[in-house]
């Protein structure tokens, strides 16, 4: 079946490193989002991609980046860990751009800063 | 900017009873609009997607409604069960901003 794999599913780290956790659909989707949650906000747009190569900032993007290499990936990085990253990361993908179908979340990612 | 509220934030019914969920949106200008369950410490699961141009969508206990032009969505849950338990959350795909998500709502249902 298809699916879609978040990696880590834990992961501590010290602050200033960099970090990348990692999303991996098998739907063959073209758009792909990442999100955090924290309590009290929910869940919160940090970058999203329409298709390779194409990457775009969310609501929180600062401290964070991505990039589109193909179809089944999109990396997120935290350039330099900071305490506030503490969070539970979500990606997600769905098919089309123009009508909106199902969006599909992986199990997530939950990053710890210290 | 869309904003989406969801009310109430958490409630407690025992099993049996039929409840409602409620979602709230700003700017009616949307796609869809999509209802999730997540449980404790998991992802997200969809249950119902809505486009803009349906008033309802159903799955077996569920049934989903939107009303584009007063802003609103109601997930209906009919006769509850202890493992409808967990955190019911909504979202809007609109402008630039692709999925924005309410909240959520906590659901205890109790044996």
């Known amino acids: 079946d298809a699916e879609i794999t978040q990696s880590p599913r834990h992961k501590i780290t010290e602050t200033g490193r960099q970090v990348t956790l990692a999303c991996h659909q098998t739907w063959n989707h073209n758009n792909m989002f990442w999100y955090r949650q924290d309590l009290g906000h929910g869940l919160r747009l940090i970058h999203y991609?329409?298709?390779?190569?194409?990457?775009n900032k969310g609501e929180v993007s600062d401290g964070y980046s991505v990039s589109r290499s193909n179809t089944e990936d999109l990396p997120l990085t935290l350039e330099s860990a900071a305490s506030s990253q503490t969070s539970v990361y979500f990606c997600a993908s769905s098919e089309s751009t123009d009508f909106y179908t199902e969006a599909f979340f992986g199990q997530g990612t939950r990053l710890t800063v210290v | 900017k869309q904003e989406v509220t969801q009310i109430p934030a958490a409630l407690s019914v025992p099993e049996g009873e039929n409840l409602v969920l409620n979602c709230s949106f700003t700017?009616?200008?949307?796609?869809?609009l999509q209802w999730f369950r997540q449980d404790p410490g998991k992802g997200l699961t969809s249950l119902l997607l809505i486009q803009s141009s349906q008033r309802e969508q159903t799955s077996g206990r569920l049934n989903a409604s939107l009303d584009k032009s007063s802003g609103r969505s109601t997930l209906y849950i009919a006769a509850s069960q202890p493992g409808d338990s967990a955190t019911y959350l909504c979202?809007?795909?609109?402008?630039?901003?692709?999925?924005?998500f309410g909240t959520g709502t906590r659901l205890k249902v109790l044996a």
């Open positions: 979202a809007v795909a609109s402008g630039t901003y692709k999925y924005i």
């Open positions: 991609s329409y298709g390779v190569q194409d990457t």
């Open positions: 700017d009616s200008a949307i796609y869809n």
